[in-house]
């Protein structure tokens, strides 16, 4: 049953959760799309709050696979990628481990939705100043952003 599922795989697990941080608030701070992107983080949060393991993990499954060509999309910005995982995985993964990924993948949600509306221009404006004062990026990183 867990065969063939997918994980987060990033390369810094701190530095990870610092930029889905950053993707947040720039949205709030925008104002883009709050309801939108809540709305689509509610089966995250909801999942998040049985600390269930298996019904955190299939959550996490959904959100995966809507979100992957997305996630994949910004490997390089964020070094969070997609690998594929078994059993084994699933036997050693804690809930704890799987409610991290839930709170990335939010995130990921936030700075979809924020791209997708018409406050684009905004938003990446707004990613940029917070990453840039963040520290996270030096100037080139941050040239080479799709922002």
């Given at each position: 049953m867990i065969d063939g599922f997918q994980s987060l795989n990033a390369q810094s697990n701190e530095r990870s959760l610092e930029i889905a941080k950053i993707?947040?608030?720039?949205?709030?701070?925008?104002?883009?799309?709050?309801?939108?992107?809540?709305?689509r983080c509610t089966a995250a949060r909801n999942s998040m709050a049985t600390h269930d393991k298996e019904t955190?993990?299939?959550?996490?499954?959904?959100?995966?696979?809507?979100?992957?060509?997305?996630?994949?999309?910004?490997?390089?910005?964020?070094?969070?990628g997609l690998q594929r995982v078994n059993r084994e995985f699933y036997d050693r993964v804690t809930?704890?481990?799987?409610?991290?990924?839930?709170?990335?993948?939010?995130?990921?949600?936030?700075?979809k939705e924020a791209l997708d509306s018409v406050f684009k221009e905004t938003y990446k404006q707004?990613?940029?100043?917070?990453?840039?004062?963040?520290?996270?990026?030096d100037d080139n990183e941050l040239k080479r952003l799709l922002i």
């Amino acid at each position: 049953m867990i065969d063939g599922f997918q994980s987060l795989n990033a390369q810094s697990n701190e530095r990870s959760l610092e930029i889905a941080k950053i993707l947040i608030k720039a949205a709030k701070e925008t104002h883009a799309v709050i309801s939108r992107s809540e709305a689509r983080c509610t089966a995250a949060r909801n999942s998040m709050a049985t600390h269930d393991k298996e019904t955190m993990w299939r959550t996490l499954q959904e959100y995966i696979s809507y979100y992957a060509g997305f996630i994949n999309s910004l490997t390089m910005l964020t070094g969070i990628g997609l690998q594929r995982v078994n059993r084994e995985f699933y036997d050693r993964v804690t809930a704890v481990d799987i409610e991290y990924q839930l709170q990335i993948i939010i995130g990921f949600v936030y700075v979809k939705e924020a791209l997708d509306s018409v406050f684009k221009e905004t938003y990446k404006q707004c990613v940029k100043k917070l990453l840039k004062q963040s520290k996270l990026f030096d100037d080139n990183e941050l040239k080479r952003l799709l922002i």
